[in-house]
């Protein structure tokens, strides 16, 4: 360790966000609000209606609409789990209460095989969101103004050829945010320059390690070796020619997990990124399958003698900031996600929340293509258990269990947000009750439990 920049971290109760302070807190908010006029949704509308805003009123009205997005973000949730089952009609509590985001599948393809990856426990199938699919979904997004989608969710989204279009279609259609996550193991001067032409407000890179064999350890490539060297100027290169092009957007994010091996390289990590990325991010561990050790063996004995000590379960949830501090969980808290968004898989099965990595609890349809994603998980397996190229390292994959089985019926967006599966979920959620939803009982999303410090 370098031993230059470390001071200690802050966590936020309930919060799997760590921060540096000496990283100064990006506002995302806030910028975007800033730079609206550059955002590529807000341009395309002034072009399609061949406006000019010379009092700078339609400018306005998008950046209340985006204000209100980020506000709602944290407020529906809590609001709308207060007034569930009150007097309120089914119309008028939904006449407010819409999703905030949908994350859409565009590619459930992974390069990498990554150990701490839900991917290398739960079989995902190897296939692409097709274009058809994916306007269908934007076409209705716009038209109902959902304010933001993610266009990845159980994979690379860059291993779709077409994502680029997509995004620039997105914007064109007027969302507001548009945003991926990515592992930029893809992301070559070519499709650097493709990324930045395309309209995309938000890119986050996903890099765990501050140095090279932890990286490698903790993202090694599924069909050939993926290294450090050509990730980190992958990333560095789409940076500069960000820059060179004097482009305000996308705003870049670049987040690093938090195990064993990478809780003493955060120093490094912001060395290697500071001044290249506008929002440099440590995340708490979050288990997925692959029993990765997240402690060292001091913070495990405190652990352990804490839960002797208190007579706990020996598995309860806990989580370790940073700078060393322990948290276990002292009861759970109804689920955010549930009043913010809907996961839309590849074919067009509709799962809600991102925690459900099998899409194991399934809401709903949007596509037909939808009712049979089992036959594509079948083909992986068959590759798993035949030890073909690019499947040895998913070897432990299982086939996802079926946890919910909708009727195989296709329903737009807003009718799956207000079915009545969502809506025994909520009310579970509501009652406190979690460990009545298979999906929900062990769930690793941090935001689902109260904590306490142990120290
Ligand atoms: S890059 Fe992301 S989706 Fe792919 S294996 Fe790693 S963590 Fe999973
Ligand atoms: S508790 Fe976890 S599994 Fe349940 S809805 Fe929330 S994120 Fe999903």
Not at 17 to 44: E, Q, W
Not at 170 to 180: D, R, T
Not at 270 to 295: A, C, M, P, S
Not at 383 to 401: M, S
Request: proline fraction near 3%; hydrophobic fraction near 30%; aromatic fraction near 10%.
């Amino acid at each position: 360790m370098s031993g230059t920049i470390y001071t200690p971290q802050e966590i936020s109760k309930g919060s799997a966000h760590v921060t540096s302070k000496l990283n100064k807190k990006f506002d995302r908010t806030d910028f975007m609000i800033k730079n609206m006029k550059y955002n590529s949704a807000y341009k395309n509308h002034l072009l399609q209606n061949k406006l000019e805003d010379g009092d700078f009123l339609i400018l306005k009205d998008f950046k209340e609409r985006y204000s209100e997005y980020r506000k709602k973000w944290k407020s529906q949730p809590v609001e709308a789990f207060k007034n569930l089952g009150k007097n309120i009609t089914e119309k008028s509590f939904f006449e407010t209460v819409k999703p905030l985001c949908i994350d859409i599948e565009t590619a459930a393809i992974c390069d990498l095989a990554c150990p701490h990856c839900y991917r290398e426990y739960l079989i995902t199938p190897d296939k692409i969101m097709n274009e058809k699919l994916f306007k269908k979904i934007i076409d209705e997004i716009s038209a109902i103004k959902i304010p933001s989608i993610k266009l990845n969710w159980r994979g690379e989204p860059l291993l779709n050829p077409k994502i680029y279009d997509f995004i620039s279609y997105s914007k064109k259609m007027g969302i507001l945010e548009v945003s991926i996550n990515t592992n930029a193991t893809q992301l070559n001067l070519s499709n650097s320059s493709k990324l930045l032409d395309s309209g995309i407000d938000l890119v986050i890179f996903s890099f765990d390690g501050g140095t090279n064999s932890t990286y490698e350890k903790m993202r090694p490539g599924r069909f050939k070796k993926n290294t450090f060297e050509n990730v980190y100027q992958n990333i560095k290169k789409f940076c500069e020619l960000k820059k060179k092009r004097k482009q305000i957007f996308p705003i870049t994010k670049i987040q690093m997990v938090l195990t064993e091996n990478s809780r003493d390289e955060v120093d490094e990590f912001y060395e290697l990124f500071g001044g290249l990325i506008n929002d440099i991010t440590v995340t708490q561990y979050q288990e997925r399958g692959g029993k990765i050790d997240d402690l060292k063996k001091n913070q495990k004995d405190r652990l352990n003698k804490y839960i002797y000590k208190n007579n706990l379960d020996q598995n309860v949830p806990y989580m370790v900031s940073p700078d060393d501090k322990i948290f276990v969980s002292t009861s759970r808290i109804p689920c955010e996600q549930l009043f913010q968004r809907l996961m839309i898989t590849y074919s067009g099965k509709v799962g809600m929340c991102c925690h459900d990595w099998g899409a194991k609890h399934t809401v709903g349809y949007i596509d037909e293509k939808g009712f049979d994603e089992i036959e594509d998980i079948k083909k992986v397996k068959k590759n798993i258990v035949n030890k073909n190229k690019g499947f040895t390292l998913l070897k432990d994959a299982k086939l996802p269990e079926e946890l919910n089985k909708p009727e195989k019926k296709v329903q737009n967006i807003i009718d799956i947000w207000k079915n009545e599966e969502l809506k025994k979920v909520r009310q579970i959620h509501k009652e406190k009750k979690v460990s009545q939803l298979k999906v929900c009982e062990n769930c690793t999303f941090k935001e689902t439990y109260n904590w306490k410090s142990i120290d």
